[in-house]
T-cell receptor, first 110, second 112 residues
Framework: EADIYQTPRYLVIGTGKKITLECSQTMGHDKMYWYQQDPGMELHLIHYSYGVNSTEKGDLSSESTVSRIRTEHFPLTLESARPSHTSQYLC?????????FGPGTRLTVL | QKEVEQNSGPLSVPEGAIASLNCTYSDRGSQSFFWYRQYSGKSPELIMFIYSNGDKEDGRFTAQLNKASQYVSLLIRDSQPSDSATYLCAVPTYSSASKIIFGSGTRLSIRP
């Protein structure tokens, strides 16, 4: 079944740790996105990719980095987590404009 | 002016009534328009899309598009408590960035 997956679903981690949030999709979509969303607030695009070896920063300044070595995989890395990084991180993919979202990773940095 | 604007609500509608959600956009070149529903603590899910001026119906949902006035709306007929959620309008832009812009969402509450 074609789908989009994110792991972990929940992560509680201490300040200064390096973390990688995983996102994979089995739909063969070229376009993938990372959004950050605080509870009750709007979506903020932090990174996007239109294909392998293509990544761009979004509208919201973020200290995270991404890579796109394989079509199906779009991981997001924080080199040194801080409490200000506490948020919900949503991954999405699309063939054209219609985006499909993963279940999200809720990150808490203590 | 934001590229995609929505009234944040909350919009409170009695059960069984019609809920009307509105969205305006600034890019006259936009050709497609999407409505997502997001339950509290969950991810957005696509519920409707529309490309042409006029109405598009899918079950209890109707999307309406007016490109001349640059607005798109979503009507929910026979509102149910399960319709209580935040509804996000999304519009692809065709500027150099070529990406989708999400509105800030309208929170809808259906009261029994």
């Amino acid at each position: 079944e074609a789908d989009i997956y994110q792991t972990p679903r929940y992560l509680v981690i201490g300040t200064g740790k390096k973390i990688t949030l995983e996102c994979s999709q089995t739909m063969g979509h070229d376009k993938m996105y990372w959004y950050q969303q605080d509870p009750g607030m709007e979506l903020h695009l932090i990174h996007y990719s239109y294909g392998v070896n293509s990544t761009e920063k979004g509208d919201l300044s973020s200290e995270s980095t991404v890579s796109r070595i394989r079509t199906e995989h779009f991981p997001l890395t924080l080199e040194s987590a801080r409490p200000s990084h506490t948020s919900q991180y949503l991954c999405a993919s699309s063939e054209i404009d219609e985006q499909f979202f993963g279940p999200g990773t809720r990150l808490t940095v203590l | 002016q934001k590229e995609v604007e929505q009234n944040s609500g909350p919009l409170s509608v009695p059960e069984g009534a019609i809920a009307s959600l509105n969205c305006t956009y600034s890019d006259r070149g936009s050709q497609s328009f999407f409505w997502y529903r997001q339950y509290s603590g969950k991810s957005p899910e696509l519920i409707m899309f529309i490309y042409s001026n006029g109405d598009k119906e899918d079950g209890r949902f109707t999307a309406q598009l007016n490109k001349a006035s640059q607005y798109v709306s979503l009507l929910i007929r026979d509102s149910q408590p399960s319709d209580s959620a935040t509804y996000l309008c999304a519009v692809p832009t065709y500027s150099s960035a070529s990406k989708i812009i999400f509105g800030s969402g309208t929170r809808l509450s259906i009261r029994p």
